[in-house]
């Protein structure tokens, strides 16, 4: 295979853009290499501008749930692209967008659209202040909410991969209203909040993490997070940006049968457009501006040509149950091959997977949270990554992110996957 395309324009963009990316994981640094410039993508396949094909499973980190290009979203951006790109002033489309989500999503009442999941889990985090009267907030080692200054603490994802213990430009007077705990220890958690007693205002969890991996909750972890919320007067905060319309149309509240009292969405909702969410319950909710003094704007929210896009995918969901069955029994199938081939490997390996999220772990323990992720083989995971990549399969290029499968996907890619695991296996350990 040859890149050099994508050498040339990473030496140009470097030139121009930090790091010659827009968002820090892109840059492939941590897993060392060339980052791959992507000409376009359809369906379950990415090309590269040296014209190589990739069986993709970032899926634009979770939106193309459908995968790339998909028509009816092609077609519904180009017939609203005529009628301007942007108004800022109300339309009939946010309406029908937020009443779709209402019929998908439980437990939302009132949704407010942002143009990113970061703005979405600050917007959330606001409102939970500003509806307590309190400041702090827990989030969990591991879990990445955005780049939103109170959320850079102990966070997964780029924070994780480049092993960024404090950033700075963030202020301790920011950070210190962000307590943070073990991903699944609900012990560690009544513990914290006994210690700051009447000062949280939220928790906010990814509930089925992917930020440090694919992490699952174990058993009674979210149930017992919601009754502290309720003992203790703390708004429950689902990030489900990359959950949300995946696990389930109703995401994790609906896959995990727990509710929360706010909810934030990212890209999916704008079918990969820049677009994110939050909402929830109506008393709370109802502190926004204008029904409150919490304030929280966007030149582009609920632009035009991001709900339409977002609308058709999200419709196409609703109306389509069985997708996430097929989903589901695509995973599995990749699961048991995966397990089929690691076994054979012999050598220690976790796989961990929930719905169409799945990320192997090079660990002899179960990888449960984000220490359990960290002590694994990360070397190994680098090597693995650009074993598959030679193969032409396109796997997140860090250990702390989760895989997406996209419906795109067809036995035979999943096949050849499997099949590239097996070869990769044997190269990088021989
Ligand atoms: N929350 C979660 C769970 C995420 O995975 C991400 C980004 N992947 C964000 C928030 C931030 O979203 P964005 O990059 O759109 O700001």
């Not at 067809?410 to 350990?429: F, G, R, V």
Request: aromatic share 8%; with cysteine.
């Amino acid at each position: 295979m040859s890149y050099t395309r994508s050498i040339e324009l990473f030496e140009r963009a470097q030139q121009s853009i930090p790091g010659g990316v827009n968002s820090p994981v892109r840059a492939f640094k941590s897993v060392g290499g060339t980052p791959l410039f992507i000409k376009n993508a359809k369906g379950a396949y990415l090309y590269d501008e040296d014209g190589n094909q990739y069986i993709d499973y970032i899926a634009s980190w979770g939106p193309m749930i459908l995968g790339h290009a998909y028509e009816p979203v092609v077609k519904a951006i180009q017939e609203q692209a005529v009628f301007s790109t942007s108004y800022g002033a109300p339309t009939e489309l946010e309406i029908k967008m937020a009443e779709l989500i209402k019929g998908m999503v439980p437990n939302l009442d009132l949704i407010r659209m942002v143009s990113s999941g970061t703005e979405a889990c600050m917007s959330a985090i606001r409102v939970a202040r500003g509806y307590t009267g309190k400041n702090k907030i827990i989030k969990f080692e591991g879990c990445y909410h955005g780049h939103a200054d109170s959320f850079l603490v102990k966070a997964g994802s780029g924070v994780a991969t480049f092993n960024i213990q404090t950033v700075p430009g963030v202020t301790a007077g920011v950070t210190n209203d962000t307590l943070t705990c073990a991903y699944n220890d609900l012990q560690a958690v009544e513990r914290l909040v006994a210690e700051n007693k009447n000062e949280v205002a939220a928790i906010i969890i990814e509930p089925v993490a992917g930020n440090m991996g694919c992490i699952l909750p174990e058993k009674g972890f979210i149930e017992g997070l919601r009754k502290l919320c309720d003992a203790e007067n703390i708004v429950l905060i689902f990030d489900e940006v990359m959950n949300g319309f995946r696990l389930a149309p109703g995401g994790a509240q609906e896959k995990l049968g727990i509710a929360a009292d706010l909810v934030t969405y990212g890209k999916v909702i704008g079918a990969g457009m820049p677009v994110g969410a939050f909402g929830g319950k109506r008393h709370i909710m109802e502190v926004v501006a204008p029904l409150g003094n919490v304030y929280q704007a966007g030149t582009l929210s609920g632009n035009p040509i991001a709900m339409i896009a977002g609308y058709t995918l999200l419709n196409v969901l609703n109306t389509n149950p069985s997708i996430y069955k097929e989903l589901d029994e695509k995973t599995i199938y990749l699961r048991d091959g995966l397990n089929e081939v690691l076994k054979a490997w012999g050598k220690p390996y976790v796989i961990n997977q929930l719905g169409s999220m799945i990320s192997i772990h090079f660990s002899d323990k179960p990888v449960t949270d984000f220490a359990s992720a960290a002590a694994a083989n990360n070397d190994l995971f680098k090597k693995y990554f650009h074993a598959m990549l030679k193969r032409s399969v396109y796997l997140p290029p860090s250990a702390f992110e989760s895989w997406f499968l996209n419906n795109a996907l067809t036995k035979e890619d999943l096949d050849k996957t499997i099949q590239a695991t097996k070869e990769s296996l044997k190269e990088i350990t021989e």
